[in-house]
């Protein structure tokens, strides 16, 4: 008989029972059991007073836990009192002692719960799967339960700590003692939050008895860096060294090492290990804040090398959010303790964390005590940095190929303009970048550092390895240098060992100057630096924080002088700022997942192998239209020879005709019955999508896409410009903000709500107002609502009460008070505080009043509204800061029906 022909509880205990045997488990009916078959032995309707319990585990022929099964989709958690009463009901003469039986799961087909009811407070958690039998026959021979441990922890040895540091680990190990499964430490950059994870491991190893911890870091040489920390590490009153005590294994393609106690590693290594896929070490080098978002989940399925028991603790470091979201089942997978460390936590990463905040050192309070130093922005605008430029027709420029760099020149048959945005993506400005470190080079000995005669060691951050060479090159050409002097350090530094020259400009006079791309971006220390110089725009707050720690560590003036002879004291590092990036609209991490992004490579594989939705044609339709107008005469012709005569635009026509509803009523009556049209639409799809069966066409376009030749703008001038605000320059923004809000009102859905136009829907939405901005940013208008904002400061300052708060929310804001609707210009969520209130006092007089749980989601709802103009039923799932608190259901058993309204009304009260 098929398994969907089970009943729901049969299905629920088929898979068990694979699970068990997978988890190294003997399956047995009560009528064949044999306890001496092996270790751990699972029966099958066990007898006790209370009833069959649906699986009796023994270990070494002892009875020791149970399980209860349910169907799929069951909610688990009241059925672990029923799951308690078998086990005391359980035959008196198999129970030898007191809590000898003590392991209980209540398991579904897609969930399980388990709890040892030896630990102090007994609570069930989820887990992946089964506990092996091996680890269960260790638990019971130990004198007491992790746990249990937790419990008498002796004090911190203090010697050489920080205050921040003791904190911190008293903090997070209250949290485990406490059963907290997740805690988070906000923790400055350059305040040692890996030392306070050596102490932590050190002191759980030692003496709660956990067998092993992984420690989680962005990327391959952060992972080195870290392990290396781990080595050298004293433990305090030891005498020895951490390597002398316990084994540190940085994980690699061989797999864990099973007598390793600290196992350091990036998240996309240890999904390799578990599933056996492999991943080259280059891989590892990127850091997740630089990789295209993935387009899907990474799951895991179990590992009986691995199992979910291997790690009591893991530890995850400044990783991008993308591990609590992408790759969560891979943390989900151990059960173990998380301990996330960062200097800037998003609202994702608090999600994750249950809001478990447990300890705060910020960025202030470091420099305050003397941990980092503070910075000052140096701000440079340069003419075409700010604008963008034009080179007429009938100009030769020369064109990379960005595979080979092989240079061939073109001549413009037309006027060739590009925007700000495009500078060093498309078209690469070599005047434009010479301008700018022209300006440093220049204003370093007289704005900057008045009395030096040494660069400083500067670290210039640049879009890609081909902006990073571009940019070095001109360095060494400003300053009039050798190589020795500038370095570009990146993953692909060609017959150079980039680790080494991270040493080197570390440790060494030489380089002065580095060009890096994002390996020194995060995590790595460089103490001796002094200047930050940001030729590329970051749109992460929290990646841009983390660029920004590159210069605020301390240094001793002897050690700083080591390397920068005539430096007095590094008392704070300077930001230059050439793209805006102290002025750009961040991101704040959205809780709410919006649409991934595919790669082109993926899409195009994934249409060959049968991928057939209107999104997918859509968008590579799209993709190749992009495509097309970048390509020279002799890829387009390459093209058409590939697909049997069919170029980029026939292709790209060919998708869209495959889902136009248009192009197909001509090809089947409108009144035609369904069937009919079904077959006809999935006919023109298969025909369009055939010509990508080919996989000579599919590498064709991959390479040509990958070529994406760049344009090189040999013939503009640049100039700085005032980097002032002028009266006059605030006039012109806040002019150019009112002609575009005149011309587009009558366009933009945003606007049409905001102006309250009568044919305007309700309610703004947040794909409604990043409509709006991404309208702003285009030619000819190009502005950014910090620049707005602050122009009206300019003008207006009685009337700007406070700064924007860096979310879409401030663009609302900047029209409500530039077309009349308020009379003074500050932020949503300092607006919506009042408001909020006041709603509350309205709700009260009205008879309605709140508890204190209710309360603490209403806020929580009030502050996503603050961030995100609106807020949806289905914003419940997915956002972490509800997730966290048990989501849609537990706000439909909080405010029952009420709740979509409530929703309207909220956003209707907070954000009308």
């Known amino acids: 008989?098929?398994?969907?022909?089970?009943?729901?509880?049969?299905?629920?205990?088929?898979?068990?029972?694979?699970?068990?045997?997978?988890?190294?488990?003997?399956?047995?009916?009560?009528?064949?059991?044999?306890?001496?078959?092996?270790?751990?032995?699972?029966?099958?309707?066990?007898?006790?007073?209370?009833?069959?319990?649906?699986?009796?585990?023994?270990?070494?022929?002892?009875?020791?836990?149970?399980?209860?099964?349910?169907?799929?989709?069951?909610?688990?958690?009241?059925?672990?009192?029923?799951?308690?009463?078998?086990i005391a009901?359980?035959?008196?003469?198999?129970?030898?002692?007191?809590?000898?039986?003590?392991?209980?799961?209540?398991?579904?087909?897609?969930?399980?719960?388990?709890?040892?009811?030896?630990?102090p407070a007994p609570a069930s958690r989820r887990v992946f799967t089964f506990h092996r039998p091996e680890t269960l026959e260790r638990w019971l021979k130990e004198p007491a339960t992790l746990r249990g441990r937790l419990q008498a922890l002796p004090a911190v040895v203090t010697d050489g700590l920080r205050a921040c540091q003791i904190d911190a680990v008293a903090a997070l190990e209250k949290s485990m003692a406490e059963n907290r499964p997740r805690a988070l430490v906000q923790m400055a950059t350059g305040a040692g939050k890996t030392f306070t994870a050596c102490t932590l491991s050190y002191r759980l190893l030692a003496h709660a008895g956990f067998k092993r911890i992984l420690f989680l870091a962005d990327r391959a040489n952060l992972v080195r860096q870290t392990r290396d920390e781990y080595l050298a590490y004293r433990p305090p009153g030891t005498g020895r060294s951490f390597s002398e005590i316990y084994n540190v294994q940085k994980l690699g393609p061989a797999g864990l090492d099973k007598d390793a106690q600290i196992v350091v590693a990036t998240i996309q290594r240890v999904y390799s290990v578990l599933t056996g896929k492999e991943l080259s070490e280059e891989d590892e080098e990127g850091s997740a804040f630089e990789?295209?978002?993935?387009?899907?989940?990474?799951?895991?399925?179990?590992?009986?090398?691995?199992?979910?028991?291997?790690?009591?603790?893991?530890?995850?470091?400044?990783?991008?959010?993308?591990?609590?979201?992408?790759?969560?089942?891979?943390?989900?997978?151990?059960?173990?303790?998380?301990?996330?460390?960062?200097?800037?936590?998003?609202?994702?990463?608090?999600?994750?964390?249950?809001?478990?905040?447990?300890?705060?050192?910020?960025?202030?309070?470091?420099?305050?005590?003397?941990?980092?130093?503070?910075?000052?922005?140096?701000?440079?605008?340069?003419?075409?940095?700010?604008?963008?430029?034009?080179?007429?027709?009938?100009?030769?420029?020369?064109?990379?190929?960005?595979?080979?760099?092989?240079?061939?020149?073109?001549?413009?048959?037309?006027?060739?303009?590009?925007?700000?945005?495009?500078?060093?993506?498309?078209?690469?400005?070599?005047?434009?970048?010479?301008?700018?470190?022209?300006?440093?080079?220049?204003?370093?000995?007289?704005?900057?550092?008045?009395?030096?005669?040494?660069?400083?060691?500067?670290?210039?951050?640049?879009?890609?390895?081909?902006?990073?060479?571009?940019?070095?090159?001109?360095?060494?050409?400003?300053?009039?240098?050798?190589?020795?002097?500038?370095?570009?350090?990146?993953?692909?530094?060609?017959?150079?060992?980039?680790?080494?020259?991270?040493?080197?400009?570390?440790?060494?006079?030489?380089?002065?100057?580095?060009?890096?791309?994002?390996?020194?971006?995060?995590?790595?220390?460089?103490?001796?630096?002094?200047?930050?110089?940001?030729?590329?725009?970051?749109?992460?707050?929290?990646?841009?924080?983390?660029?920004?720690?590159?210069?605020?560590?301390?240094?001793?003036?002897?050690?700083?002088?080591?390397?920068?002879?005539?430096?007095?004291?590094?008392?704070?590092?300077?930001?230059?700022?050439?793209?805006?990036?102290?002025?750009?609209?961040?991101?704040?991490?959205?809780?709410?997942?919006?649409?991934?992004?595919?790669?082109?490579?993926?899409?195009?594989?994934?249409?060959?192998?049968?991928?057939?939705d209107d999104d997918a044609f859509a968008t590579l339709a799209a993709r190749l239209a992009a495509l097309d107008r970048r390509i020279g005469d002799k890829d387009r012709a390459a093209i058409v020879k590939a697909s049997g005569g069919v170029d980029l635009a026939g292709l790209a026509s060919r998708l869209l005709d495959a889902i136009d509803p248009d192009v197909l009523a001509g090809r089947v009556p409108a009144d035609a019955p369904a069937p009919e049209q079904t077959k006809a639409k999935d006919a023109a799809k298969e025909g369009a999508a055939a010509l990508f069966d080919d996989p000579a066409l599919r590498r064709l376009l991959k390479e040509v896409k990958a070529a994406a030749d760049i344009r090189i703008d040999t013939i503009s001038t640049d100039a700085v410009v005032s980097s002032g605000w002028d009266a006059g320059k605030a006039a012109d923004t806040v002019d150019r903000f009112k002609r575009f809000l005149d011309e587009r009102r009558d366009e933009l859905v945003a606007l049409q709500i905001l102006y309250r136009l009568p044919y305007a829907q309700r309610r703004l939405t947040y794909d409604a107002v990043d409509d709006l901005r991404e309208a702003l940013k285009r030619p000819p208008w190009l502005l950014e609502p910090i620049d707005i904002w602050r122009a009206y400061k300019r003008l207006s300052a009685e009337k700007v009460r406070g700064n924007p708060a860096g979310t879409l929310a401030d663009i609302v804001m900047l029209v409500r008070y530039a077309i009349g609707e308020a009379e003074s210009l500050e932020s949503l969520p300092a607006v919506i505080a009042g408001r909020f209130n006041l709603w509350l006092g309205r709700e009260e007089k009205a008879g309605r009043t709140y508890t204190d749980e209710q309360r603490s989601w209403l806020m929580a709802i009030r502050d996503h509204i603050g961030v995100n103009v609106e807020i949806r039923p289905e914003d419940m799932m997915d956002a972490p800061e509800f997730s966290g608190r048990g989501g849609i259901v537990k706000a439909r058993a909080l405010f029952g029906a009420r709740l979509p309204g409530l929703l309207d009304e909220l956003t209707e009260a907070l954000v009308a």
């Not at 029972?17 to 190294?24: E, I, K, N, S």
């Not at 009901?89 to 719960?113: D, K, N, W």
Request: with cysteine; aromatic share 10%.
């Open 89 to 119: 009901h359980l035959p008196r003469h198999l129970v030898r002692e007191e809590g000898q039986v003590r392991f209980e799961y209540v398991a579904s087909a897609t969930e399980t719960l388990f709890r040892d009811h030896a630990d």
């Open 1 to 86: 008989m098929s398994e969907t022909a089970f009943h729901p509880e049969d299905k629920a205990r088929s898979s068990i029972d694979r699970r068990l045997v997978g988890c190294g488990w003997l399956v047995q009916s009560r009528d064949d059991m044999n306890l001496g078959a092996g270790l751990g032995v699972a029966v099958r309707e066990f007898q006790t007073a209370s009833g069959p319990v649906d699986y009796a585990l023994f270990v070494g022929r002892r009875l020791c836990g149970v399980i209860e099964a349910k169907a799929g989709g069951t909610t688990l958690s009241g059925f672990a009192e029923q799951a308690e009463r078998y």
């Open 291 to 612: 990789a295209p978002r993935a387009d899907a989940e990474r799951l895991v399925a179990y590992n009986p090398a691995i199992p979910i028991e291997t790690f009591d603790l893991v530890i995850t470091d400044e990783c991008h959010r993308s591990i609590y979201g992408t790759w969560r089942q891979v943390l989900d997978y151990f059960d173990a303790f998380t301990v996330g460390l960062t200097a800037t936590p998003s609202l994702h990463t608090l999600g994750f964390f249950g809001r478990n905040l447990v300890a705060q050192y910020p960025y202030e309070r470091s420099v305050v005590d003397g941990v980092n130093v503070g910075f000052e922005i140096f701000r440079i605008r340069t003419e075409i940095g700010e604008r963008g430029s034009t080179v007429k027709a009938g100009y030769d420029l020369p064109v990379r190929d960005k595979r080979t760099r092989a240079e061939r020149y073109e001549t413009l048959s037309e006027d060739f303009s590009y925007t700000p945005d495009e500078i060093d993506r498309t078209v690469l400005v070599p005047n434009q970048i010479r301008t700018v470190l022209e300006t440093y080079r220049d204003t370093l000995f007289t704005e900057l550092f008045p009395g030096r005669s040494e660069v400083p060691k500067t670290l210039i951050f640049a879009k890609d390895d081909h902006h990073a060479e571009e940019i070095t090159l001109i360095v060494r050409e400003v300053f009039g240098k050798g190589n020795d002097f500038a370095k570009k350090i990146t993953y692909k530094t060609d017959g150079a060992d980039p680790e080494g020259l991270i040493r080197s400009f570390r440790n060494d006079y030489n380089p002065r100057i580095a060009v890096t791309v994002d390996m020194i971006a995060t995590g790595t220390d460089v103490k001796p630096l002094e200047v930050l110089i940001f030729l590329r725009d970051v749109r992460s707050e929290l990646y841009f924080e983390q660029m920004k720690g590159r210069g605020a560590r301390t240094i001793s003036p002897e050690k700083l002088r080591e390397v920068t002879p005539d430096a007095e004291a590094k008392t704070r590092f300077v930001l230059i700022d050439a793209v805006g990036v102290s002025e750009s609209l961040k991101t704040v991490s959205q809780p709410l997942e919006r649409d991934r992004k595919i790669g082109f490579d993926k899409l195009i594989d994934e249409i060959a192998a049968g991928r057939r």
